[in-house]
């Protein structure tokens, strides 16, 4: 074919396909974006958003993401799977409300809702598969429930994973995925334990973590919620679980966003330093942040510290972009996005750059580095590393205060003596290194081991609540 023969065939062909496209009904159709219902909300402040010229700044932004109260309407189903640890240290009052607590919850659960229960003591068992409810599986499920009796050691590890496996063998995207944990013990072998938490988020099932009394381990419990995405609570008497699992349900009805988590992204020559509430260190200009479901009247600051490189002054500067991602809970189901973006000036006149301060964001800054710290601080003690503990807690209560005289705070000064009554309150010494064999006997993977070193097993009752309360706190502050 000759080349004129093929451009007289190339543009018949052109003008055919414009001709086809002017007849009705024949032009093609953009997708529409989905629909978002303005439900979820976020926003940005620096702690101040003009930068002293020729020098290194640190610089603080904060996040915050909050909901907008949406008219009623009916919620998507529930797949949740109920895992409560059955050890023998439960004994007593505390399965006996952990029991009541659990009917309560399946009695607020509708017909059509997924339910599984699993119960983990020396070993782990599937009281209820995750199943529908109706009238003939509440009766079975409320038999299983009310006949669950306290035995042998903690196998948490395998409670967990099991109940992830029924939340996700069932999964519903338009839906709300959940394990809510229930444990008052420390772990036989905690090693799957973070491993199962962080799958569970990246598979968008949240896990609500309760540490009940004053054995658990603290630091494992917050470390699931904060892996999955979901929350940690701590509840001293057994009596109060029944409360929380009904605060827990209500919130399972009123979700807003599913599955939501935040990456940022550092700007040129701005360095990501640490990112409070982030499960894992920023890298490579970057962090994410599991955020999870997002239920009506929830607000969460996330509080990030970067380190800017010297810059002339009079220049803008592109510091951090942050995009939170989510799954529609109210409506479509798409998946949306919301963005944030950071950016300051310079100038060499110092007395403006300090005018620009913003004195609410250092607050929240300082509240979140209080938190993290002691956070810091108390898992180093549950390794026996005291003198490290110590040293932190105490360089961070002493920033706290500082930060209080400039803007005042009862909250942070009340953190800032917390912190210090903890580091009191602790051994001046580590412990003696464990020996790893003895006579020929290698304990590197003996699982009857304990991580813990002993002066932590036998803290006294005071110390105990002591620890728990203030790292609720710390928890709350820093996540």
Do not use: W
């Amino acid at each position: 074919m000759s080349v004129a023969v093929r451009a007289r065939a190339v543009l018949v062909t052109v003008v055919a396909a414009l001709a086809l496209a002017l007849v009705p009904g024949c032009m093609p159709k953009t997708p529409e974006p989905p629909r978002d219902p303005g439900a979820i909300l976020a926003g940005g402040a620096l702690a101040t958003p003009l930068l002293l010229a020729g020098s290194e700044r640190t610089v603080y932004a904060r996040i915050r993401i909050e909901t907008q109260a949406l008219p009623e309407r009916p919620r998507g189903p529930v797949n949740v799977a109920l895992a409560i640890d059955t050890s023998g240290s439960m004994m007593g009052a505390p399965i006996e409300e952990s029991r009541r607590a659990a009917l309560a919850m399946i009695a607020a659960l509708a017909d059509g809702d997924r339910l599984a229960v699993v119960a983990f003591h020396t070993e782990t068992v599937v009281v209820l598969p995750s199943t529908e409810l109706d009238r003939e599986v509440r009766a079975e499920v409320n038999r299983k429930v009310a006949a669950l009796e306290a035995i042998g050691t903690t196998d948490l590890g395998g409670g967990l994973a099991a109940a992830v496996r029924e939340v996700r063998g069932h999964f519903d995207p338009h839906g709300v995925n959940r394990v809510v944990l229930l444990g008052d013990g420390i772990p036989n072998d905690p090693r799957s334990i973070e491993p199962t938490a962080r799958d569970a988020g990246e598979a968008g099932i949240a896990i609500t973590s309760l540490g009940l009394g004053l054995d658990y381990d603290e630091i494992l419990m917050g470390k699931i919620a904060e892996l999955s995405g979901g929350r940690y609570r701590y509840v001293e008497s057994a009596d109060k679980v029944a409360s929380f699992y009904q605060e827990e349900l209500l919130r399972m009805h009123t979700v807003y966003a599913r599955g939501a988590s935040l990456v940022l992204t550092a700007g040129p020559g701005v360095r990501l330093e640490a990112v409070a509430g982030a499960p894992n260190p920023p890298s490579g200009g970057k962090a994410y942040v599991p955020i999870g479901d997002i239920a009506r009247g929830d607000s969460r600051d996330v509080v990030v510290r970067m380190k800017v490189t010297p810059r002339k002054a009079d220049v803008p500067i592109e510091l951090l972009d942050a995009v939170l991602s989510f799954q529609d809970g109210v409506g479509t189901g798409a998946r949306l996005e919301r963005r944030v973006f950071f950016g300051a000036m310079t100038s060499s006149d110092a007395a403006k750059v300090a005018a620009a301060r913003n004195a609410e964001v250092e607050l929240a800054a300082a509240l979140a580095e209080a938190g993290t710290t002691t956070l810091t601080a108390l898992g180093l003690a549950k390794q026996g590393q005291y003198v490290r503990a110590r040293a932190l807690l105490k360089e961070g209560a002493e920033a706290a205060l500082s930060q209080a005289k400039q803007t005042p705070s009862p909250a942070l000064e009340k953190h800032a003596a917390d912190m210090e009554s903890v580091a009191a309150d602790m051994p001046e010494t580590d412990p003696a290194p464990v020996p790893s064999s003895v006579n020929g006997y290698d304990f590197a993977d003996d699982e009857l081991v304990s991580p813990m070193p002993a002066a932590e097993m036998q803290l006294s009752e005071p110390s105990l609540r002591m620890r728990k309360e203030v790292h609720q706190k710390a928890y709350e502050m820093s996540h």
